[in-house]
């Protein structure tokens, strides 16, 4: 545990930061102890490398692995898939912190990463990271590493696309139900309604109905035949397809609805979740006439409409990016997870949101290449994880492809649907600007209308305002203009209060 007293950004009389001439420094930092973090701080430290581990939640496992308090006691693994992997990793990682190769900085956020010159000619450049406690005050004084090498493994959050009333209380991103529940072993609700599209939906509904809440309906927006001309990219990876039998035995079991080709176009309520409304959509995601239906007595919803990784530190550093095949801005890397910065390795969701196993394999292979290019020793992705990466990723193009975000959602917004919560910027001032003042991208619309600067930072909004200041799709003409559109919301922030001292030490 790090010493972080005197950090506390919201505290206006906090102490002033106190200075060490010796910053913590080790040859390979990584952000983040999510199933790529840890498998990539594992294999570096085996590899003979220092190792330094920066993460923003108290206690490792990322959101993938997030579990009870381990102060409380050992969590016995029920709601998680890949559990025995996670308890080999974790043991790995924890043979590193007992041998002195692994420092472990929990609850810490990394709110800016530079990349320092190097001191002389034959010096290889480092990276400096600038630490603050993730909340609250902190306990410690550390507020700078250095790294020889930067493996960042941040991970992804819930992307959301708004439809009236879903900012009543109640309402959550299907990940966020996922976390609550397996972190505090409790549901945030009792009667939910799980809507939006891909197999994440499953697991969520699976975990509710275990325990112990009634799940009234999964609702998904596609119709799944886009699995058809893909169903062979699913026999690479076995493990999927008996994943997915699980889900449906519980399905079965629970008696839990499945709704092909159904979405909520409207959250019903006054001062929380009471119901919502539901219609079957077409192929262009038209409203199919006659098909609109109320779901009553519901107190909890869930969204989810796959991930979005979190690019602020790679794009920060100047990464290269690319669409990938969801829409979604992804950091392009080499096959050994290379990106496009000297000494940078991204691995996980940061370079397409792919899931757990295929995060632990490209962690694995970043932090065997870290060492080697901070040490001067040689390591690369072997012939065996290669083949299987592409197994993965093969899958979760497939999976993109067949669940993609509905066309026609923005059809189903009202003038008055609030589309930034941060700042209540709704539809009607979105569409006003795109239409009346040229608010054709992401950054204008955030001068004109405010959507995005709220405490979010357009995390939350940033891929709806995207597509409603008019950047085309990515699977048609103009996937240019949308990928610049995406990659000016992650040109922001840090969403971390730190104090104005803090600022005294950056480097010019």
């Known amino acids: 545990m790090s010493d972080q007293t005197g950090l506390a950004g919201s505290d206006p009389i906090a102490p002033p930061l106190r200075r060490t001439a010796a910053q913590p420094h080790a040859d390979v930092v990584v952000v983040g102890a999510g199933p790529a973090g840890l498998a990539a701080a594992a294999t570096a430290s085996e590899s003979g490398a220092s190792v330094i581990v920066i993460d923003s939640a108290e206690q490792p496992g990322g959101q993938y692995w997030r579990h009870r308090s381990e102060a409380a006691g050992d969590d016995d693994g029920a709601l998680h898939h890949g559990w025995q992997e996670y308890l080999a990793l974790r043991a790995r990682f924890d043979a590193g912190m007992g041998a002195g190769a692994i420092r472990y900085i929990p609850a810490t956020s990394v709110w800016m990463v530079q990349r320092t010159p190097p001191a002389s000619p034959d010096a290889a450049p480092c990276f400096t990271l600038r630490l603050a406690p993730s909340y609250g005050p902190g306990a410690g004084a550390a507020t700078t590493v250095r790294a020889r090498t930067l493996v960042l493994a941040t991970g992804g959050y819930d992307r959301q696309i708004p439809l009236p009333g879903w900012h009543l209380p109640g309402v959550m991103a299907a990940g966020g139900i996922q976390a609550f529940i397996k972190q505090n072993g409790a549901l945030p609700g009792s009667?939910?309604?799980i809507a939006g599209t891909g197999p994440f939906l499953l697991p969520v509904a699976s975990n509710i109905a275990h325990s112990g809440g009634l799940v009234t309906s999964v609702l998904e927006s596609s119709s799944l035949v886009g699995w058809l001309p893909r169903a062979h990219r699913a026999f690479g990876v076995p493990a999927k397809g008996a994943e997915g039998a699980e889900y449906?035995?519980?399905?079965?079991?629970?008696?839990?609805?499945?709704?092909?080709?159904?979405?909520?176009?409207?959250?019903?309520?006054?001062?929380?979740?009471?119901?919502?409304?539901?219609?079957?959509?077409?192929?262009?995601?038209?409203?199919?006439?006659?098909s609109s239906r109320i779901i009553e007595d519901v107190d909890a919803v869930g969204l989810g409409w796959g991930f979005t990784p979190q690019l602020e530190l790679p794009v920060q550093l100047g990464a290269q990016t690319r669409l990938d095949a969801d829409g979604s801005l992804v950091a392009v890397v080499d096959q050994n997870q290379r990106s496009s910065v000297p000494g940078l390795f991204l691995a996980g969701e940061l370079t397409g949101v792919g899931g757990a196993v295929l995060a632990v394999l490209e962690g694995t292979v970043?932090?065997?290449?870290?060492?080697?290019?901070?040490?001067?020793?040689?390591g690369s992705a072997t012939t065996a994880e290669l083949r299987a990466m592409r197994r993965q990723r093969s899958f979760a193009e497939a999976m993109h492809l067949a669940h993609p975000v509905p066309e026609g959602w923005e059809q189903r917004l009202h003038?008055?649907?609030?589309?930034?919560?941060?700042?209540?910027?709704?539809?009607?001032a979105l569409s006003h600007a795109r239409e009346v003042l040229s608010g054709e991208d992401s950054r204008t619309q955030k001068g004109v209308t405010r959507a995005g600067m709220g405490w979010c930072q357009g995390r939350v909004c940033g891929y709806a305002v995207t597509c409603i200041a008019g950047a085309p799709a990515p699977t048609r003409a103009g996937a240019r203009d949308s990928a610049a559109s995406l990659a000016q919301t992650n040109h922001r922030p840090i969403a971390q209060p730190i104090p104005l001292s803090a600022l005294l030490d950056v480097e010019e």
């Open 248 to 290: 449906i035995a519980t399905f079965l079991r629970r008696r839990i609805p499945y709704r092909r080709r159904t979405v909520i176009t409207e959250i019903l309520g006054d001062s929380h979740v009471e119901a919502v409304r539901t219609a079957r959509i077409g192929r262009s995601g038209e409203v199919e006439p006659k």
């Open 366 to 378: 970043a932090g065997r290449a870290a060492a080697a290019d901070a040490t001067g020793e040689i």
């Open 191 to 193: 009667r939910f309604v």
């Open 415 to 428: 003038t008055d649907t609030i589309v930034c919560r941060c700042e209540e910027v709704r539809y009607g």
